[in-house]
């Protein structure tokens, strides 16, 4: 398959991306009932989930299920094929690194701390460690007061091998027994999950503006990818140079995983096709968004591995 000059299609995509991030934009409004960014202020600025002491969301930044799932059905391809769009624009992009200095890790005073504490342990500091300790605890908090502001992801999330899926019981069929006791009382079974649940969509909200930000500079997208390819070329480059040194001496060679390539083999995250085909017949459950995806997805695997060709 030969893309060529893949310039225009690029801006084609971009602009049905741009449509796409339009509309769920507006539907991300009818469910908060005021612009977008009156409510990005506010999820910059809101408890990040997922973490220990997690507070109930505001109801200010709640979206009903049916409008969330709806929204995040067509979040994720899009997504996707944004990511695959920067990296068949970033082909032919050469960065320069500057020379390589190795960092020394300096521990930080307040995992330290924090260990002995768990331990049940008092922390005996001297002057300057407590003055250590007390610019890092500052500066913790002065990041997690700061807005957060998400960019778009570079790299496709990789699928953990040795992940273990939860086996979810319907409430009807999860045992009750409370007691051997004929009189005991009868416990209710929990209402089931309604379409108008509130779902907190601070993280939505953010990933909505990130990937607008994205799809309106797509040449500085395009670079920062490159800076990144370039990077991770050299340490790969590095690592390789390690282990061949290492089994020189006959000694393990250091292990550090990083990334081959940006994108995880297979089907693209949240589209329903799996390869580029414009000759197939058009299925029913097939969406715009995922023929973009298809497409996008391979142009960035030829800009990745542009085929050799045979000069004979």
């Avoid at 801006?11 to 908060?32: D, F, N, P, Q, S």
Wanted: hydrophobic fraction near 40%; include cysteine; glycine fraction near 6%.
């Amino acid at each position: 398959m030969e893309f060529g000059d893949a310039s225009a299609t690029i801006e084609r995509y971009r602009g049905a991306l741009k449509h796409i991030v339009l509309t769920l934009v507006g539907m991300a409004e009818m469910g908060y009932g005021r612009p977008l960014s009156l409510v990005l202020g506010e999820a910059a600025v809101a408890p990040r989930q997922g973490r220990a002491g997690r507070k109930k969301p505001s109801a200010a930044l709640c979206l009903p299920r049916h409008l969330y799932r709806a929204i995040l059905l067509l979040l994720r391809p899009a997504e996707s094929a944004a990511r695959r769009l920067i990296i068949a624009a970033a082909q032919g992009i050469v960065v320069t690194l500057p020379p390589f200095r190795p960092r020394k890790l300096k521990p930080k005073i307040s995992d330290t701390v924090a260990a002995m504490h768990r331990l049940g342990l008092a922390a005996n500091l001297s002057k300057a460690d407590f003055a250590r300790y007390e610019a890092e605890r500052k500066a913790a908090e002065r990041r997690t007061a700061r807005p957060h502001r998400l960019n778009l992801s570079l790299l496709d999330a990789l699928k953990y091998p040795f992940r273990i899926r939860r086996r979810y019981v319907p409430a009807h069929a999860v045992p009750r027994i409370r007691s051997l006791d004929d009189d005991a009382p009868r416990i209710p079974l929990p209402p089931p999950p309604s379409q108008n649940d509130p779902i907190g969509a601070a993280k939505l909200t953010l990933r909505l503006d990130a990937l607008g930000q994205a799809l309106d500079d797509l040449p500085g997208q395009a670079q920062r990818f490159a800076r990144w390819k370039a990077r991770n070329d050299a340490g790969l480059a590095r690592d390789k140079v390690a282990r061949d040194a290492a089994a020189a001496q006959g000694k393990p060679g250091p292990v550090r995983f990083r990334r081959f390539s940006p994108l995880r083999r297979g089907r693209p995250p949240g589209g329903r096709l799996p390869r580029f085909d414009p000759d197939a017949p058009k299925r029913k459950n097939i969406r715009e968004i995922d023929e973009i995806l298809a497409h996008a997805n391979a142009m960035a695997y030829y800009a990745l591995e542009p085929p050799r060709r045979n000069s004979s």
